[in-house]
T-cell receptor
Framework: EAAVTQSPRNKVTVTGGNVTLSCRQT?????MYWYRQDTGHGLRLIHY???????QIGDVPDGYKATRTTQEDFFLLLELASPSQTSLYFC?????????????FGPGTRLLVL | GDSVTQTEGQVALSEEDFLTIHCNYS??????LFWYVQYPGEGPQFLFR?????EKGSSRGFEATYDKGTTSFHLRKASVQESDSAVYYC???????????FGTGTKLQVVP
């Protein structure tokens, strides 16, 4: 069973604050993804990566940066957090082709921006 | 661009009822289609997929058939249980093959 962990599980910050969300997968998957989940919008792709040092832009990238430091680790950075970024964030990974293979999700990080 | 539409935001059923959750897609070619399920407090988890016309995917009593003609991949279950209460997501694999695009989700509530 693929294992994806996220930290922190909950985070509160203020407007303009700096936040880093972490994701680690231990199955040597090539692809990793960051999503945000909001009522009425479902899961929306922020950024993704197909290997260390690679970064691809998703559907809602504004206000977010990401970095893939190793095969295992993928970070999402909010450098000037805004209340509109209050959301539930999920990381996922998949082996092989991310568009045709199963994605394995972490437990999520709930972010509140005051 | 590619898109997935789930028309039901919420569905309420009684145990042993028949379930249908509609999923329609817009894309060229034959994208892979997926269903994921998300239980409260957890991340989504893979249910099953299909990648060619008329292929049926199934798992845990749920099933869906890839229909290129109607561009649909509707989720069905003959007899739901309270434990099936969850949010169900339909997803489409991108033509580039590098990511999936998810629908807005359907919350299923099953009462005993």
């Amino acid at each position: 069973e693929a294992a994806v962990t996220q930290s922190p599980r909950n985070k509160v910050t203020v407007t303009g604050g700096n936040v880093t969300l972490s994701c680690r997968q231990t199955n040597s998957h090539n692809y990793m993804y960051w999503y945000r989940q909001d009522t009425g919008h479902g899961l929306r792709l922020i950024h993704y990566s197909y290997g260390a040092g690679n970064l691809q832009i998703g559907d809602v990238p504004d206000g977010y940066k990401a970095t893939r430091t190793t095969q295992e680790d993928f970070f999402l950075l909010l450098e000037l957090a805004s209340p509109s970024q209050t959301s539930l964030y999920f990381c996922a990974s998949s082996d092989g082709s991310g568009g045709r293979d199963t994605q394995y999700f972490g437990p999520g990080t709930r972010l509140l921006v005051l | 661009g590619d898109s997935v539409t789930q028309t039901e935001g919420q569905v309420a059923l009684s145990e042993e009822d028949f379930l249908t959750i509609h999923c329609n897609y817009s894309a060229s070619g034959y994208p892979a289609l997926f269903w994921y399920v998300q239980y409260p407090g957890e991340g989504p988890q893979f249910l099953f997929r299909a990648s060619r016309d008329k292929e049926k995917g199934s798992s845990r009593g749920f099933e869906a058939t890839y229909d290129k003609g109607t561009t649909s991949f509707h989720l069905r279950k003959a007899s739901v249980q309270e434990s099936d209460s969850a949010v169900y997501y339909c997803a489409l694999g991108s033509n580039s093959g590098t990511y999936q695009r998810f629908g807005t989700g359907t919350k299923l509530q099953v009462v005993p």
